[in-house]
């Protein structure tokens, strides 16, 4: 594995950036965010209630698998939960009112000594959500069709939790509470 390239002076930084080595699985590996790591899976629905688009952040190429796609996140602060840090870091990356969005559930992959939340939200009643890129985390933040979301060089992880995700939010119970 390539070493990380440095983060350019982050705004936002906090105590729970840097990283953890891990050895789940077998090879060791690591992963950002001292404290674990949590995300916002955005999920807009078209008339007939299935998932229709979904937020994705195209990643700053200096980020961990730079020029891949995935969902605005990253690591939490200590004892912060996440929800909270999910929300915080999509208002950071994206532009997002916390707001704005309702939870509909969450997504854990857990690694023992580190685990990456995503909690998987869509729009609350009429809200119109037009995310951007409003940090250098970031060449761009837009909401993404359902069908072109595999056409696009996804982040790993994202990839592998990704149908999942869309799962979650097409069970008619989540739908319909
Ligand atoms: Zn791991």
């Known amino acids: 594995m390539t070493a990380p390239i440095p983060r350019p002076s ?6 729970g950036d840097g990283w953890v080595e891990c050895s789940f699985g077998g090879e060791p590996h690591r992963h950002w965010g001292r404290f674990g790591a949590a995300g ?27 020029g891949t796609w995935g969902i605005p996140g990253g690591a939490l602060a200590s004892g912060e939960d996440v929800v909270a840090g999910a929300l915080r870091e999509s208002a950071e990356e994206a532009g997002i009112v916390p707001a704005a969005v309702r939870i509909i559930g969450q997504h854990t992959v857990d690694h023992g000594l580190w685990r990456y939340t995503t909690v998987v939200a869509e729009p609350a009643g009429s809200a119109r959500i037009e995310p951007r890129a409003t940090d250098a985390e970031s060449l761009e933040v ?17 990839a592998v939790a990704l149908p999942s995700l869309l799962a979650l939010c097409d069970r008619p119970e989540v739908s319909s509470i």
């Open 10 to 15: 982050p705004h936002h930084r906090h105590d």
């Open 40 to 66: 916002l899976f955005l999920a807009r629905r078209s008339p007939d209630g299935r998932v229709a688009d979904v937020v994705l952040q195209h990643r700053a190429l200096w980020s961990h698998h730079g």
């Open 142 to 158: 837009r909401w993404v069709s359902r069908r072109s979301v595999s056409r696009l060089p996804l982040l790993p992880a994202f």
